[in-house]
T-cell receptor
Framework: QKEVEQNSGPLSVPEGAIASLNCTYS??????FFWYRQYSGKSPELIMF????GDKEDGRFTAQLNKASQYVSLLIRDSQPSDSATYLC??????????????FGQGTILTVHP | DADVTQTPRNRITKTGKRIMLECSQT?????MYWYRQDPGLGLQLIYY???????NKGEISDGYSVSRQAQAKFSLSLESAIPNQTALYFC??????????FGQGTRLTVV
């Protein structure tokens, strides 16, 4: 089982719709969770991070964390064509010798069509 | 100047050659990482280092080695390159629990 899993997609949504991206992780003690956006051929850039159960909103983006279910999601409201990219979920390990190790999922390709 | 700089940006090398990818950072972070990305895939962790004296294998370390020459420098070596090591390589730094900062990437082709 991979440590961090995402649906690879592609996920296609119409402009103005809500895009929902999901991620599960295997290390129950993980403490920090990140969503990165990566345009083709470019470096990943951070969109959101979340540490506590519940929702965290930043503009059109909402991150949701459920530690009991080991699940983290990203909602993008009013999706725009410029949101078309690969979205990477990342998890920071909690303890032991790998404390702070940053592990990524395989990414979900999002396409927003006009 | 970029906070995380990778050199070279592009490299074509022959099977069996030794190659080194270099990464330097001005963020002052202790943690540095090397990732590999294949087309359509996410980032796979090759090696990570939490300080100059601490180096750890990631999920795909076979065929790679690293050197942490200083807090700011972390190099990745392919001792004998093979075609399936053709990929996009990223160096990153972080200061837990904050975000990771990535270099521009090195596109490596092994022929």
């Amino acid at each position: 089982q991979k440590e961090v899993e995402q649906n690879s997609g592609p996920l296609s949504v119409p402009e103005g719709a809500i895009a929902s991206l999901n991620c599960t992780y295997s290390d129950r003690g993980s403490q920090s969770f990140f969503w990165y956006r990566q345009y083709s051929g470019k470096s990943p850039e951070l969109i959101m991070f979340i540490y506590s159960n519940g929702d965290k909103e930043d503009g059109r983006f909402t991150a949701q964390l459920n530690k009991a279910s080991q699940y983290v999601s990203l909602l993008i409201r009013d999706s725009q064509p410029s949101d078309s990219a690969t979205y990477l979920c990342a998890v920071s390990n909690a303890g032991g010798t790998s404390y702070g190790k940053l592990t990524f999922g395989q990414g979900t390709i999002l396409t927003v069509h006009p | 100047d970029a906070d995380v700089t990778q050199t070279p940006r592009n490299r074509i090398t022959k099977t069996g050659k030794r190659i080194m990818l270099e990464c330097s950072q001005t963020k002052g972070h202790d943690r540095m990482y090397w990732y590999r990305q294949d087309p359509g895939l996410g980032l796979q962790l090759i090696y990570y280092s939490f300080d100059v004296k601490d180096i750890n294998k990631g999920e795909i370390s076979d065929g790679y080695s690293v050197s942490r020459q200083a807090q700011a420098k972390f190099s990745l070596s392919l001792e004998s390159a093979i075609p399936n090591q053709t990929a996009l390589y990223f160096c990153a730094t972080s200061d837990l629990p904050q975000e990771a900062f990535f270099g521009q990437g090195t596109r490596l082709t092994v022929v």
